[in-house]
């Protein structure tokens, strides 16, 4: 049904930048809420951004102005440009679909900000 896959993690020095993406494989993309979920060692997950089908979006106040989260419905497709990274952001990064009855996650990408 859902089948969420994330990519362009890797390794950024501070100021950098890097966007990442989110593929989903099944039928509900267009009319489901999407959204962004960090992960770093040892702390709990915490929500970054969403986007509604509409393209409301809504962030966390630690990424407001840097991160821009961004959809592609004709490409079931989800995105989160990260600008002026910190080693605060180092965590894997997790890509969610809010589903009729669920959520549905992505197996995550490693993101980590180091000089």
């Known amino acids: 049904q859902v089948q969420l896959v994330e990519s362009g993690g890797g390794l950024v020095q501070p100021g950098g930048s890097l966007r990442l993406s989110c593929v989903n494989s099944?039928?509900?993309?267009?009319?489901?809420?999407m959204g962004w979920y960090r992960q770093a060692p040892g702390k709990q997950r915490e929500l970054v951004a969403t986007i509604t089908r509409g393209g409301s979006t809504n962030y966390a106040d630690s990424v407001k102005g840097r991160f821009t989260i961004s959809r592609d419905n004709a490409k079931k497709t989800v995105y989160l440009q990260m600008n002026s990274l910190k080693p605060e952001d180092t965590a894997v990064y997790y890509c969610?679909?809010?589903?009729?009855?669920?959520?549905?996650w992505g197996q995550g990408t490693q993101v980590t900000v180091s000089s």
């Open positions: 099944g039928s509900i993309f267009s009319i489901a809420t």
């Open positions: 969610k679909l809010t589903g009729i009855n669920r959520d549905y």
